[in-house]
């Protein structure tokens, strides 16, 4: 039987899919299971023992989408599950015999054949997703979203962390100060500060980290120069990839950040989160998991209002370094 699950993009998303790919592969365990994702993403699920193949869809290139209606057709695959919405099209097109999925529009929802029953909207994205396989009668536990690195990959990171005065020894703590947009991020000058406070109480090694972009870079190499120690400090933005960067998650005690990709890349390496939320609603896009520290105004009537931009952003200002250090400690 051969079976491909859909989710290309966004990075937080595919880290979320994650547990769908282990709960398919444990429901259908002699299948040969395969999974569309774009380049951005595909490191990812990279080295997930659970997957037979891993295909790319080359998203914005010439023709890119009739080459992969092209595809999906000659693999001739038998079971399509899609937990990308923009994908039901794609996903019909194919002419897989068995098609599941969901779209909130009607006119898309029927080029599934497998659809559920009802749909939440409201919950946690995973839950969406287990939503979405209804019509398939997976049971059992939930596994935990997971990135599965190599011992190589591990080594690289820590031998560059010891080279850097960093042992396993160390208060290791990991800064993601920019997101996807400005809506989403912690004011600059609470991490300044919250990073002072965690330097002089507890000697603590910080790791910024941070996309190659103009903007992200900017506001990395301000938060580096305010902190000034470097010995304390170490700045890895824009020299990381995805996979990189997880490596060099994983060593961190705490990994603070907004709401956006990293974050569920840290906890998905087994990294307790420490996440800021405004605009975004945590119950439908946080990390998963019980250990995590999530800080909000619950306070607000504007809260969770999924504005990219925002001229006030009480939502973020708030929330005061002193609060997150007292959770922390």
């Given at each position: 039987?051969?079976?491909?699950?859909?989710?290309?993009?966004?990075?937080?998303?595919?880290?979320?899919?994650?547990?769908?790919?282990?709960?398919?592969?444990?429901?259908?365990?002699?299948?040969?299971?395969?999974?569309?994702?774009?380049?951005?993403?595909?490191?990812?699920?990279?080295?997930?023992?659970?997957?037979?193949?891993?295909?790319?869809?080359?998203?914005?290139?010439?023709?890119?989408?009739?080459?992969?209606?092209?595809?999906?057709?000659?693999?001739?695959?038998?079971?399509?599950?899609?937990?990308?919405?923009?994908?039901?099209?794609?996903?019909?097109?194919?002419?897989?015999?068995?098609?599941?999925?969901f779209?909130?529009?009607?006119?898309?929802?029927?080029?599934?054949?497998?659809?559920?029953?009802?749909?939440?909207?409201?919950?946690?994205?995973?839950?969406?997703y287990?939503?979405?396989?209804?019509?398939?009668k997976?049971?059992?536990?939930?596994?935990?979203?997971?990135?599965?690195?190599?011992?190589?990959?591990?080594?690289?990171?820590?031998?560059?962390?010891?080279e850097?005065?960093?042992?396993?020894e160390?208060?290791?703590?990991?800064?993601?100060p920019?997101?996807?947009?400005?809506?989403?991020?912690?004011?600059?000058?609470y991490?300044i500060?919250?990073g002072?406070?965690?330097?002089?109480?507890?000697?603590?090694?910080?790791?910024?980290?941070?996309?190659?972009?103009?903007?992200?870079?900017?506001?990395?190499?301000?938060?580096?120069?305010?902190?000034?120690?470097?010995?304390?400090?170490l700045?890895?933005?824009?020299?990381?990839?995805?996979?990189?960067?997880?490596?060099?998650?994983?060593?961190?005690?705490?990994?603070?950040?907004?709401?956006?990709?990293?974050?569920?890349?840290?906890?998905?390496?087994?990294?307790?989160?420490?996440?800021?939320?405004?605009?975004?609603n945590?119950?439908?896009?946080?990390?998963?998991?019980e250990?995590?520290?999530?800080?909000?105004?619950?306070?607000?009537?504007?809260?969770?209002?999924?504005?990219?931009?925002?001229?006030?952003?009480?939502?973020?200002?708030?929330?005061?370094?002193?609060?997150?250090?007292?959770?922390?400690?």
């Open positions: 039987m051969k079976i491909l699950l859909i989710r290309y993009s966004a990075i937080g998303d595919v880290v979320l899919a994650t547990p769908i790919i282990e709960l398919l592969k444990k429901r259908f365990p002699k299948s040969n299971l395969s999974m569309l994702v774009s380049l951005t993403t595909c490191p990812i699920v990279e080295k997930n023992p659970f997957l037979d193949r891993i295909i790319i869809y080359e998203r914005g290139k010439c023709f890119s989408y009739l080459k992969c209606v092209k595809l999906l057709r000659k693999e001739r695959f038998d079971l399509i599950i899609s937990l990308q919405w923009k994908a039901s099209l794609l996903t019909f097109l194919s002419r897989a015999k068995y098609r599941v999925g779209h909130r529009s009607l006119r898309y929802r029927y080029l599934y054949n497998l659809r559920p029953g009802k749909w939440h909207p409201e919950k946690h994205a995973l839950y969406r287990l939503n979405t396989i209804e019509p398939l997976i049971e059992g536990k939930i596994p935990e979203p997971k990135i599965y690195l190599s011992p190589e990959e591990e080594d690289a990171a820590k031998k560059l962390l010891q850097k005065g960093i042992s396993r160390d208060f290791l703590v990991g800064f993601n920019a997101a996807g947009y400005p809506a989403k991020e912690w004011p600059l000058k991490y500060q919250l002072k406070k965690l330097i002089k109480e507890y000697n603590a090694k910080i790791i910024i980290f941070g996309k190659g972009g103009k903007r992200s870079s900017a506001i990395c190499y301000q938060l580096e120069i305010a902190l000034a120690t470097p010995e304390n400090v700045s890895l933005a824009g020299k990381t990839n995805l996979r990189q960067l997880a490596a060099f998650a994983k060593h961190c005690r705490l990994f603070i950040t907004g709401d956006t990709g990293p974050i569920h890349i840290a906890a998905a390496v087994g990294t307790r989160v420490v996440a800021f939320f405004g605009s975004t945590p119950k439908k896009s946080g990390p998963w998991g250990k995590h520290i999530i800080l909000e105004d619950k306070s607000l009537s504007c809260l969770h209002c999924y504005k990219r931009e925002c001229r006030k952003m009480d939502c973020m200002k708030n929330i005061a370094p002193e609060k997150v250090l007292e959770r922390i400690q």
